[in-house]
């Protein structure tokens, strides 16, 4: 390299030599995992396939709780967004969400991420990641601002798969009282 005046001059600067002064790129998960991972809109169909996957994952029987969900995301007129990720012909993983166009005094458009899960035996496969970028793919063309939603402070597994999907906490806290 020849040095003039303070400036680094590369010798073989008319053979090709390329000088990249940006920093290293972001990670972006998003694009390859929609890619490799076909990912498609709920269906009444799904049922069944979404309460097991939840069953292996929680241990527990929350189907009436899926009903209702996938009722409301079929059914009512409020926008929902919610997504099945299909390997091997089977459901393997589902996400579920909603948008709000304003709540508790605020005016912006948030979506609200109300259940995610992934079969276990497909866990570490991409499957989460499709899942959450095509969630945010289909959010952005809505002109959604904010996506949020609750985990259980102890759910460690959780919290880092969502730390790691660009999440973090909120600088609001939610409240809740028992009644009975």
Known sequence: ??????????QNVGQSAEINYSGEPAA??????RD???????????LHALV????????????????????????ES????????????????????RVDLGEFGRVETTAV??????????QNRGVGHALVSQLLANLG???VEKVR?????????????????GFRPSQQLCFDRTLI
């Open 1 to 10: 390299m020849a040095r003039r005046t303070g400036i680094v001059i590369p």
């Open 141 to 143: 063309t809505l002109r």
């Open 113 to 122: 991420l109300d259940t995610i899960g992934v079969d276990p035996d497909y």
């Open 36 to 46: 490799r991972i076909p990912v498609r809109s709920l269906a009444e169909g799904d």
């Open 52 to 75: 097991a996957i939840d069953r292996r994952i929680t241990g527990r029987d929350r189907s009436k709780y899926f009903q209702r969900l996938l009722a409301d995301a079929l059914t």
């Open 28 to 33: 972006d998960f998003g694009p390859l995992a």
């Open 78 to 97: 409020d926008v929902r967004v919610s997504l099945v990720a299909d390997l091997d012909s089977v459901p393997v993983g589902f996400i579920m969400a």
């Open 149 to 165: 939603t609750e985990v259980d402070w102890q759910d460690y597994g959780l919290l880092a798969y969502l730390g790691r999907s």
